[in-house]
C-alpha cells in the first residue's frame, strides 16, 4: 500500500524557466605550448563564466583542468612528459605542466623585444593623456597575447 504523501511529492516545487545554460568546458587535444595556452586561456573564461554564476542557493560545479584533457593526450603527456601514469598525476601536477608553457626562451626574448618596440606606439590624434596612454598600453598587450 503506497502512502499518499507520494502522490504530492514535488507538485509543488517551482519549475526554473530561463535559466542560463552552464557553460561548456574547453577541451585539450594538443601538445604544443601555444596550444595549451590557448587551452588556459580558454578555460580562464569558462571559470569566469561559470563564476558568475554561482549564487547563494546555486554552486554549478567547475571542472577540473585535468577533466578537461583528452585521454590520449593525458596518456602521452604522463608517460613521457611527467614521467608516470596519468590516473596517478594530481590536479596541482596538470595545472602546473599546463602553465610551464608560459615559460620563455631567452632565445624568444629578442623576437619579443622587437615585436613590443614596434608596438609601442602614441597616437597623438588622441588629445586626453589618459586616453593615450590607455590605447598605447592595449598595443602592447594585444603585441604580448600574441606570444602567451
Same mark, same amino acid.
Request: net charge neutral; aromatic share 6%; hydrophobic share 35%.
Given at each position: 500500500?503506497?502512502?499518499?504523501?507520494?502522490? *504530492?511529492?514535488?507538485? *509543488?516545487?517551482?519549475?526554473?524557466?530561463?535559466? +542560463?545554460?552552464?557553460?561548456?568546458?574547453? $577541451?585539450?587535444?594538443? *601538445?604544443? $605550448?601555444? /596550444?595549451?595556452?590557448?587551452?588556459?586561456?580558454?578555460?580562464?573564461?569558462?571559470?569566469?563564466?561559470?563564476?558568475?554564476?554561482?549564487? =547563494?542557493?546555486?554552486? +554549478?560545479?567547475? &571542472? +577540473?583542468?585535468?577533466?578537461? !584533457?583528452?585521454?590520449?593526450?593525458?596518456?602521452?603527456?604522463?608517460? #613521457? /612528459?611527467?614521467?608516470? +601514469? @596519468?590516473?596517478?598525476?594530481?590536479? =596541482?601536477?596538470?595545472?602546473? #605542466?599546463?602553465? %610551464?608553457?608560459?615559460?620563455?626562451?631567452?632565445?624568444? %626574448?629578442?623576437?619579443?623585444?622587437?615585436?613590443?618596440?614596434?608596438? @609601442?606606439?602614441?597616437?597623438?590624434? !588622441?588629445?586626453? !593623456?589618459? *586616453?593615450?596612454?590607455? $590605447? &598605447?598600453?592595449?598595443?602592447? &598587450?594585444? =603585441?604580448? /597575447?600574441?606570444?602567451?
Amino acid at each position: 500500500m503506497k502512502d499518499d504523501d507520494d502522490k *504530492s511529492i514535488g507538485a *509543488s516545487d517551482r519549475m526554473a524557466y530561463n535559466a +542560463p545554460a552552464i557553460p561548456q568546458a574547453p $577541451k585539450f587535444n594538443g *601538445s604544443t $605550448k601555444a /596550444e595549451r595556452r590557448q587551452f588556459m586561456r580558454e578555460y580562464n573564461q569558462y571559470q569566469e563564466k561559470v563564476v558568475v554564476l554561482q549564487t =547563494t542557493t546555486t554552486k +554549478p560545479l567547475v &571542472m +577540473p583542468v585535468s577533466t578537461c !584533457i583528452d585521454h590520449n593526450t593525458k596518456k602521452r603527456t604522463g608517460m #613521457w /612528459e611527467l614521467g608516470k +601514469p @596519468a590516473d596517478s598525476v594530481t590536479e =596541482t601536477e596538470w595545472v602546473a #605542466w599546463m602553465r %610551464l608553457s608560459y615559460d620563455v626562451l631567452p632565445s624568444d %626574448l629578442n623576437a619579443i623585444r622587437a615585436r613590443l618596440r614596434g608596438s @609601442a606606439k602614441f597616437d597623438l590624434t !588622441i588629445v586626453d !593623456i589618459d *586616453s593615450r596612454v590607455g $590605447k &598605447m598600453l592595449e598595443g602592447l &598587450m594585444k =603585441t604580448l /597575447e600574441l606570444d602567451n
